[in-house]
């Protein structure tokens, strides 16, 4: 770091992560981590053991000193020296003490061999006078430059055994294994082997710098190894897809042969009933038939009962009689039950005991071979966010041939449909006959074209098989529950993680903030429920500036953005209640844009507000009415892209605040919202929204077509009651906020 930027962060360089304030004694442990000797023993007193304290940055357990006194644990001069810049950088606005009559002015001199400071009065003209000090080098503070700030950086340290103060240390006694003074080397250790100082430094160096590189080795070794497991777990996840594959289909088989029985019975079925209809139906004809004919011999008999005279009725009496005769015995042949046919089903009671007694079949773990074929299992859903090629690599084609010799490297290409590349890389076969698989990832979600090389030549039809697979979501750590204690909490609302991959949470109803490492361990929180500066009243939106790291806080029911640095110490403010452009009500989310700018969702004034650094009112985003309930807006590229929480969509504005498009409506569907709130950009640069009411996350490109989603309602792993915000580490893992279930969940 050079000198103008530790200047420019000298109050972060010298402050203790635990009091937050300027450190006092600062100590260093073996752990490398350095805090104020008061801040310690007060850590020591309310710890369970008086000879083990945890630190507070990475809680690594150290021993005490054995003199039982954590004044004997390493004082850090570095920090020293820059609490005396420090002095030297402020003493025209708070002085400085003297080094003699312990007086505060901010007119003093420092001598850079005594280390000392000396006030304007008497003392400084004492120092000079003095015959010794005749080649010491005094400058008054108001005149320091960068160089001289260097100079007191690089200042010796000195002795601290009792009558050797002011003894620069110059020697290492290599019995007792400290730097010693001049002094030192007659009195305490004299007798002792002892060496110049720079030259056992040198030789720490270089031991430090070999035990470096042989932790570096060590580090990498487990990363290999990490990278098997991971491997392994692949694998065991795609045999397990590969399985169920298996069950699923010999199910689907069960079921065809199952389907065709049951259809070949309904078949049957309706063969038996049409017979036993048209039976019926032609005895139906017979009758119908004879009932003409009775019916016409009635109308002629009535015909002649009103027509003819008594003569020709008693005359015709004889044929009547005869005719009804005749149809009295032909008709009404009696078609009883006898003629239905009553169906039934009889059921195969043997073969159903056999299926529901009996299982389809049993898992069987089988040994693994270096060619089995890869594929993943299934995470939470099946969203899309980029292709993975798994290239299977094989020094034999499928006759069992070699085709390729040790040593021999392959380079694999992946090109999207336009033609652009995706990924390359290269390996080398290391093996006769082995078999190696290779995972790509590549943005573009269309189909891609895989081409393999060997030694720098095109193969073609060789025996490399690929396959290309959608990447999935997987929950992988979930931490937090509801309560008020530190690593608790209440609705925790909104997310962001800074440089170093901290995660910074907005504990809405604790009204605090609180930050936590990449793998859920409670680090520091800051805030308390109130309007004065650093307090909260229901903090929301959460970002993390781009260079300098400044947090911003939406504190929504107090109406303004507060800003602190990273320990969590109040910056600066602005907004406040009201309707003008300088003025907002309930901010809702925060983003920063590729400017640094501050972009504010201003909901209770239903506008996207863009801000300075330093608070001051730019512009409003989109014309009047263009929002709702704007809820969170982000930049992508060129595209300031917002959430609307009561239109139930995605807006798409350029740069300049015009408005360009709008994709979903209210539904449970695809790319169908209830209550989008928070955005993001994952690394596959496509756009997640938080649809918080559907509980899921959504994913889509940027032109608004739906790639994935997952996620569902419920309180286990992977499920949500109302995701609110989220957030992308370094490594590509998603960060969300789990509003009803007061947790938080990292998503791989």
Wanted: proline share 3%; charged share 25%.
């Amino acid at each position: 770091m050079d000198i103008k930027t530790l200047l420019d962060n000298l109050h972060q360089e010298v402050s203790c992560s635990v009091c937050m304030n300027t450190f006092t004694d600062p100590k260093t442990l073996p752990c490398l981590h350095v805090f104020c000797l008061q801040c310690l023993n007060g850590i020591l007193r309310t710890s369970c053991r008086h000879n083990i304290i945890a630190c507070p940055e990475c809680r690594k357990e150290i021993q005490v000193p054995r003199s039982g006194n954590l004044e004997d644990l390493p004082t850090n001069f570095r920090i020293n020296r820059l609490l005396d810049v420090l002095a030297i950088k402020e003493c025209s606005v708070i002085g400085v003490k003297c080094g003699n009559c312990e007086e505060s002015s901010s007119q003093s001199f420092y001598c850079f061999q005594c280390c000392a400071f000396w006030c304007e009065a008497n003392c400084i003209s004492l120092h000079n006078g003095i015959k010794a000090n005749k080649e010491h080098r005094v400058l008054a503070v108001k005149d320091f430059k960068d160089q001289d700030f260097e100079n007191v950086l690089k200042r010796p340290v000195f002795c601290r055994s009792r009558g050797h103060e002011g003894k620069e240390l110059e020697f290492f006694c290599k019995d007792c294994c400290v730097a010693i003074c001049h002094s030192c080397v007659v009195t305490t250790h004299d007798g002792h082997a002892k060496m110049l100082l720079e030259e056992a430094a040198n030789e720490r160096k270089l031991q430090a710098k070999s035990a470096i590189e042989n932790q570096r080795k060590t580090a990498l070794e487990k990363r290999r190894e990490i990278a098997r497991l991971d491997s392994d777990c692949a694998k065991i996840q795609e045999h397990v897809a590969s399985v169920k594959k298996s069950v699923q289909q010999f199910v689907d088989n069960m079921m065809a042969v199952i389907e065709a029985q049951k259809q070949e019975t309904f078949d049957d079925l309706d063969n038996r009933a049409a017979e036993s209809m048209h039976r019926l139906r032609i005895q139906r004809g017979e009758i119908e038939k004879q009932v003409k004919i009775t019916e016409t011999s009635i109308e002629a008999t009535e015909a002649i009962l009103q027509r003819n005279i008594s003569a020709e009725i008693i005359q015709s009496n004889q044929i009547i009689e005869e005719t009804f005769q005749g149809q009295v015995e032909s008709a009404y042949p009696r078609i009883g039950n006898q003629s239905i046919v009553d169906f039934g089903f009889v059921r195969n009671q043997r073969l159903f005991d056999h299926v529901w007694t009996d299982r389809i079949g049993f898992v069987k773990v089988l040994p693994t071979s270096p060619t089995e074929s890869s594929a993943s299992g299934k995470g939470i859903s099946k969203p899309i966010i980029g292709l993975e090629a798994n290239i299977m690599l094989t020094t034999r084609n499928v006759k069992g041939e070699q085709c390729y010799e040790k040593r021999d490297y392959v380079t694999v290409e992946i090109k999207n449909q336009e033609g652009h590349d995706c990924a390359t890389e290269t390996r080398v076969l290391d093996n006769k006959d082995g078999s190696y698989k290779i995972s790509y990832f590549a943005k573009d979600t269309g189909k891609c074209r895989v081409s393999v090389k060997v030694n720098g030549e095109h193969i073609r039809n060789s025996p490399f098989a690929t396959k290309v697979k959608p990447r999935q979501f997987r929950p992988v750590l979930s931490f937090g529950k509801y309560g008020s204690v530190m690593e608790d909490f209440r609705c925790p609302w909104g997310v962001a993680v800074n440089e170093r991959d901290e995660i910074l949470v907005t504990d809405n109803d604790n009204n605090r903030v609180q930050l936590f490492s990449s793998d859920g361990t409670y680090l520091r929180s800051f805030g308390s429920k109130g309007d004065k500066e650093g307090e909260f009243n229901s903090p929301i939106g959460v970002a993390i500036g781009n260079e300098n790291g400044i947090i911003f806080i939406a504190d929504s029911a107090n109406h303004r953005i507060q800003l602190f640095s990273g320990r969590g110490e109040v910056l600066s403010k602005f907004g406040g209640k009201g309707n003008l452009d300088h003025q907002l009500s309930y901010p809702y989310g925060l983003s920063i844009g590729s400017d640094g700018n501050c972009i504010v969702a201003d909901s209770g004034n239903k506008k996207i507000k863009l801000f300075s650094r330093n608070g001051q009112f730019l512009r409003s985003i989109g014309s009047e009415g263009s929002f709702s309930t704007p809820i969170h807006c982000i930049q992508y590229k060129e595209y300031l892209i917002a959430s609307d929480f009561a239109e139930q969509c995605i807006k798409v504005f350029d740069k300049a605040g015009h408005f360009l498009y709008k994709f979903g409506k209210y539904g449970t569907g695809d790319g169908e919202f209830n209550g989008p709130y928070h955005l993001s950009i994952n690394k596959a640069e496509h756009l997640m929204v938080c649809d918080a009411n559907n509980h899921r996350i959504q994913v889509f490109e940027v032109n608004g077509k739906f790639l994935g989603k997952f996620g569902s309602v419920g309180k286990k792993i992977g499920q949500f009651t109302g995701p609110s915000s989220l957030a992308v580490l370094s490594d590509g893992r998603i960060v969300v906020t789990d509003f009803h279930n007061h947790r938080v969940q990292i998503f791989e």
